[in-house]
């Protein structure tokens, strides 16, 4: 059973289960860089529940549910891509950005560094940066 399937009450922080029990925040986990909210049910509800083997593995005794902590934002990112104005934005992005960084890597040097050290580089790109804005400047006066 996934996850979805729970429902998140925001206010009190907690997931309610398909049986209607109650699965609170327990305490947090670190993997890899990478903070979740951990939220358990107490292992004699589901001992006794009629979801037990659809909704998590034998060897378990009770159903947990890993909430990153930025899923909140995460949410509203994916809510606000499906919005006409993003794809707008995303076009001219296309345009804009990734053009640009098309052309200075095909025509302006920048395929592969010639130097090392991150100051090096940088003041490559720059260099390839003031070469494609003079290009442009260039084109609009003439």
Same mark, same amino acid.
């Given at each position: 059973m996934?996850? /979805? !399937?729970? /429902?998140y009450y925001n206010e009190t922080d907690r997931y309610i289960c398909p049986n209607n029990k109650e699965l609170p925040f327990t305490h947090l986990k670190n993997s890899k860089g990478q903070y979740s909210k951990i939220y358990s049910a107490k292992a004699k509800v589901c001992k006794i529940c009629p979801f037990r083997e659809k909704c998590f593995v034998k060897s378990s005794s009770k159903r947990t549910i890993a909430r990153p902590i930025a899923h909140e934002l995460t949410e509203a990112n994916l #809510? /606000?891509?499906k $919005?006409? #104005?993003y794809k707008q934005i995303q076009k001219q992005r296309r345009v804009w950005c !990734?053009? $640009?960084f098309g052309t200075m890597k095909t025509k302006h040097n920048l395929y592969k560094t010639y130097k /090392?050290? %991150?100051?090096? %580089?940088? !003041?490559q790109y720059l260099f390839s940066a003031l070469a494609l804005n003079l290009k442009r400047m260039i084109k609009v006066i003439n």
């Open positions: 996934s996850y /979805r !399937e729970f /429902r #809510k /606000r891509s $919005t006409d #104005k !990734e053009g $640009t /090392r050290g %991150i100051q090096k %580089i940088l !003041e």
